[in-house]
């Protein structure tokens, strides 16, 4: 298996959402949110700062609210800052600024506040072997139930079982740009699958609700919108698929790290 030390594009931009802005919050985006008396931010650069596998982090976060939130930190945590552009694919396209077009980059959402360093190396050495230009990690449901039953997710039926998508993916820096608009269509219709289903097709969404599609089918399929090789990663790590997208998913991972032991302050 070849080496690599994967560059990392940890996401951190975008507004906070009204479900936690109505619940007092004021902080810049849900990066920042504070869950076991750790931001979620710091949680994710500590674990990717922690793995053997990845080398450097490129965070696209407003610098000034970095900057205040952790202002004796900065190098500790990544390596690079970079502001973020008017949506997630802009965020992504700025984050891959100055990259070499050949390499294979990670792209980690910041709101997985479970993630572990263990967990992201498991992920890089899965993906260093597969041959691709973007692979998207997913989470089986038998691993996630086993360890937490409690989070809620959109699953989807396949023929091969049922599944979630993961926080993280690995792209070639040279795919980006090409496929700024198919992505920001996909991006929109994340949480749907039968949305996802149908930007590749409409029978494509009708099977999709029987769990007639199969995972090489939706590549086969990817790889023809897109002109790359569209990979999915599989993991069992259930933590990459624990995100926080409202205040549901806040207390829940709060009541996760209060039964682990860890303090939780608001």
């Known amino acids: 298996m070849p080496e690599r030390r994967y560059t990392v594009v940890a996401l951190a931009g975008g507004e906070l959402e009204a479900d936690f802005r109505n619940a007092g919050y004021d902080v810049p985006n849900k990066a920042y949110l504070d869950v076991g008396g750790v931001t979620m931010l710091e949680r994710v650069l500590r674990a990717l700062r922690g793995s053997a596998e990845i080398g450097r982090i490129v965070c696209v976060t407003p610098p000034d609210a970095f900057a205040k939130a952790f202002p004796d930190e900065r190098r500790t945590l990544c390596d690079d800052i970079v502001a973020p552009g008017a949506d997630v694919v802009d965020s992504i396209l700025a984050g891959f600024r100055g990259v070499d077009r050949r390499e294979m980059v990670m792209v980690a959402a910041t709101d997985l506040p479970l993630a ?38 959109t699953w989807v039926h396949l023929r091969e079982g049922t599944f979630c998508g993961g926080g993280i993916s690995i792209v070639r820096a040279g795919a980006v740009a090409s496929t700024a ?22 029978l494509l969404a009708l099977r999709l609700v029987f769990g007639s599609v199969g995972i090489a089918e939706l590549e086969q399929r990817a790889d023809s919108l897109s ?40």
């Open 116 to 153: 572990s360093a263990a967990d992201f190396t498991a992920f890089a050495r899965r993906a260093v072997a597969v041959e691709c230009d973007v692979g998207y990690g997913f989470v089986r449901r038998e691993a996630h139930a086993a360890k937490y039953p409690q989070v809620r997710h």
């Open 181 to 202: 608009a198919l992505v920001r269509k996909f991006a929109a219709a994340r949480k749907s699958p039968l949305r996802l289903a149908g930007l590749f097709s409409p």
């Open 227 to 266: 002109g790359l090789r569209c990979r999915g990663i599989a993991c069992d790590e259930a933590e990459l698929a624990v995100n926080v997208d409202r205040l549901e998913d806040l207390r829940c991972v709060e009541a996760i790290l209060a039964a682990q032991g860890g303090p939780i302050t608001r």
